[in-house]
């Protein structure tokens, strides 16, 4: 009887076989979510809410800053996209954190170039996640958010 072992490929990874990740975790917080494309505000407010978010969502900026005058209790994260309908999500966030100190922000967008030239003054505790993005992705760089 012979036995043949061979590596399966650089990283040890099975053909077919996905390789497990991480889970991004689960999590309680509330989340203020200002996304103008209904379709991807769907997206992400699902996945939010089956990883246990509690999600407030609206597409401008003007609809967001009124969603906040109403809440009782700060929210947890503003995950907002930087070019929207009526202002953008710097303001928006700036104008939040003025009536919030320590609000986390978790800003979206899939321009690149002149659109972001703002990028390097992002909003304090602010983080950045590129378009486009997958749930898990998406629910890992909101925890790291959070967790500041």
């Given amino acids: 009887e012979f036995r043949?072992?061979?590596p399966?490929?650089?990283?040890?990874?099975?053909?077919?076989?996905?390789?497990p990740r991480p889970s991004p975790g689960r999590g309680s917080e509330t989340i203020l979510?200002?996304?103008?494309?209904?379709?991807?505000?769907?997206?992400?407010?699902?996945?939010?809410?089956e990883a246990g978010y509690r999600v407030f969502e609206t597409s401008t900026a003007s609809q967001a800053a009124a969603i906040a005058e109403g809440?009782?209790?700060q929210p947890d994260l503003l995950?907002?996209?930087?070019?929207?309908?009526?202002g953008n999500g710097f303001d928006?966030?700036?104008?939040?954190?003025?009536?919030?100190?320590?609000?986390?922000?978790l800003l979206v967008s899939g321009y690149t170039g002149d659109h972001l030239a703002d990028l390097d003054a992002l909003p304090e505790g602010a983080r950045f996640?590129?378009?486009?993005?997958?749930?898990?992705?998406?629910?890992?760089?909101?925890?790291?958010?959070?967790?500041?």
């Fill in 4 to 6: 043949i072992f061979l």
């Fill in 8 to 19: 399966l490929r650089d990283g040890g990874e099975a053909p077919g076989r996905p390789t």
């Fill in 33 to 49: 979510l200002v996304e103008d494309d209904h379709r991807l505000r769907g997206v992400v407010r699902r996945a939010l809410e």
């Fill in 71 to 73: 809440l009782s209790r």
């Fill in 79 to 86: 995950l907002t996209d930087v070019i929207l309908p009526e």
């Fill in 92 to 105: 928006l966030a700036h104008r939040l954190q003025a009536k919030w100190p320590g609000l986390r922000v």
């Fill in 129 to 148: 996640l590129p378009k486009p993005f997958t749930p898990d992705v998406l629910l890992g760089r909101v925890r790291e958010s959070l967790d500041g």
